[in-house]
């Protein structure tokens, strides 16, 4: 079975920038989508981006827009999404997140169907 890995969370003062990266343990066939999710302390997994593989259209929660971008290397099959601006809301567990199936509502947690173990972000004020 295909695993996802994130990398690249860690600690950043806000204003700063982060990048996280998602790759596939193995060859990952099929996909439709990957996005982000986040996951705050005490609240619900929040969608963060999605970019649809087959032409690379992606798609942002109002909350990071024009702050987050997210893009793929398809040959790699690999995810990163670059962070700007960053807020201390921002902190959270960022997942990444495979949708094979194909759905229109890809902000729901539930239309992925794998994930990855989530890197820690804090954006400290």
């Known amino acids: 079975q295909v695993q996802l890995v994130e990398f690249g969370g860690g600690s950043v003062q806000a204003g700063g920038s982060l990048r996280l990266s998602c790759e596939a343990s193995?060859?990952?066939?099929?996909?439709?989508?990957r996005a982000w999710f986040r996951r705050a302390p005490g609240k619900e997994r929040e969608f963060v981006a999605r970019?649809?593989?087959?032409?690379?259209?992606?798609t942002y929660a109002d909350s990071v827009k024009g702050r987050f971008t997210l893009s793929r290397d398809n040959a790699k099959k690999t995810i990163s999404l670059q962070m700007n601006s960053l807020k201390p809301e921002d902190t959270a567990v960022y997942y990444c997140?495979?949708?094979?199936?194909?759905?229109?509502?890809?902000?729901?947690?539930?239309?992925?169907?794998?994930w990855g173990q989530g890197t820690q972000v804090t954006v400290s004020s």
């Open positions: 193995g060859r990952d066939f099929s996909i439709y989508a």
């Open positions: 970019i649809r593989w087959s032409d690379g259209f992606t």
């Open positions: 997140a495979t949708d094979h199936s194909g759905t229109n509502t890809y902000t729901s947690f539930q239309s992925y169907d794998s």
